[in-house]
Every structure is written in C-alpha cells, then in structure tokens.
T-cell receptor, first 114, second 113 residues
Framework: GESVGLHLPTLSVQEGDNSIINCAYS??????FIWYKQESGKGPQFIID?????DKRQGQRVTVLLNKTVKHLSLQIAATQPGDSAVYFC?????????????FGSGTRLQVQP | DTAVSQTPKYLVTQMGNDKSIKCEQN?????MYWYKQDSKKFLKIMFS???????INETVPNRFSPKSPDKAHLNLHINSLELGDSAVYFC????????????FGDGTRLSIL
C-alpha cells in the first residue's frame, strides 16, 4: 500500500459533522482556484472551482469561500461521509505571461470517523 | 470510459534505464499536462502542451522529454533514470488554456531500484 503523505496535516471529523479545510495561497495575482480530492491510488479529482470575481460558490454538499484580502481559500463539506476521506488540495492558477499553470498547495488529509 | 488514461500504472526499473509513460485523453481537450507527485504528496507541474505545442517546460532535467503525436496523446520519455525520479507521475488534460478544471489520470508509480 501507499506510505506517502505521512506528514500531511490531518483533519479528523465524525461522520455527519461539517468539515472545513483551509488553504493559504501565495500569489495575489491568481484569479482562478480549484479544490481537488485525491483518494489512495487515484489521481486528483475535481470538486469545485471559483474565480476571483466571486467570494463564495456552492456545489452539492460543498462550498468554497475565497478571501482575497488575506489570500485564503476554504472548502466546507456538509454532513461529511466516510467516502469523503481523502487528501484535499487547493490549487491556484497563476497569471504568468499566459502560461496558466496550476500551483498546488501541500494538501490536507481528511479522516472521517464512522 | 476512462477520460484520462495512463499506462503503465506501475513501473519498476533500474537506475540508468530509459522508460516511457503513455497518456491518452478522450475528452476532446486541447491541453495536456504532466505532473510529478513526490513522497510528501506535493504535486508539481512539469510540462504542458496545447494543440501539440509545448507551452510550459518547468525546470525539469532534459532527461525528461514529452512528446505529443496528436492532441489526444502526451507521452513522457525519461532517459538515464535516477533514484530521485521515483515518484508518481500524473497526466492531466483541460479544455484549453483558459480557466478550466484539469482532469487527471490515475497516475504511474515509478520506482527506481
């Protein structure tokens, strides 16, 4: 099995509770942000995105909040389920001479206790 | 119906060998990427191609050479493999270079002996 990600910050929640995962991004010029979920042995899976002209966006059971003043992004998961257990990454899209490269944060492991 | 597929899923080889990883997407996207994920789960962009044209080439050793025969394929060839190349390599694609989510394959775990 995988022995990676042992040093990731971990958020442990009870099934049914709400989860909040936080991310600080680095570049004030970033204008597009994405949250990804990565399960063991899989690639990152798109959850939700937000553009810099918005401060909140809602999906199914998930909400992303963007605070450009302090360069902070959060992902809220309502009624967390065991299937939500994974590593969560925020990513910012850097404006850099049109390269549009995604820069990923370091990840947070979410553990849902049944 | 896999959208972004990579082969092989696991690759175990010896130092000094040359190996390739293949990636194909059936989403009709114009842009494809290669990322490297290290043992601490840190994901970093290596290359991106848009319509077969190289757009991003991060500070990756020139032992790594991407090749895009058509816009649905982006292969990664690695020469003279080193121990530090051990990682999980992810291919991804997006509609274009604008603000669109990237869709990832399930990765290729490369282990160098």
């Amino acid at each position: 099995g995988e022995s990676v990600g042992l040093h990731l910050p971990t958020l442990s929640v009870q099934e049914g509770d709400n989860s909040i995962i936080n991310c600080a991004y680095s570049n004030s010029a970033s204008d597009y942000f994405i949250w990804y979920k990565q399960e063991s042995g899989k690639g990152p899976q798109f959850i939700i995105d937000i553009r810099s002209n918005m401060d909140k966006r809602q999906g199914q059971r998930v909400t992303v909040l963007l605070n450009k003043t302090v360069k902070h992004l959060s992902l809220q998961i309502a009624a967390t389920q065991p299937g939500d257990s994974a590593v969560y990454f925020c990513a910012e899209n850097l404006q850099d001479t049109g390269r549009r490269a995604l820069t990923f944060g370091s990840g947070t492991r979410l553990q849902v206790q049944p | 119906d896999t959208a972004v597929s990579q082969t092989p899923k696991y690759l175990v080889t010896q130092m000094g060998n040359d190996k390739s990883i293949k990636c194909e997407q059936n989403l009709g996207h114009d842009t494809m990427y290669w990322y490297k994920q290290d043992s601490k789960k840190f994901l970093k962009i290596m290359f991106s191609y848009n319509n077969k044209e190289l757009i991003i080439n991060e500070t990756v050793p020139n032992r790594f050479s991407p090749k895009s025969p058509d816009k649905a394929h982006l292969n990664l060839h690695i020469n003279s493999l080193e121990l530090g190349d051990s990682a999980v390599y992810f291919c991804a694609s997006s509609q274009d270079l604008k603000d669109q989510p990237q869709h990832f394959g399930d990765g290729t775990r490369l282990s160098i002996l």
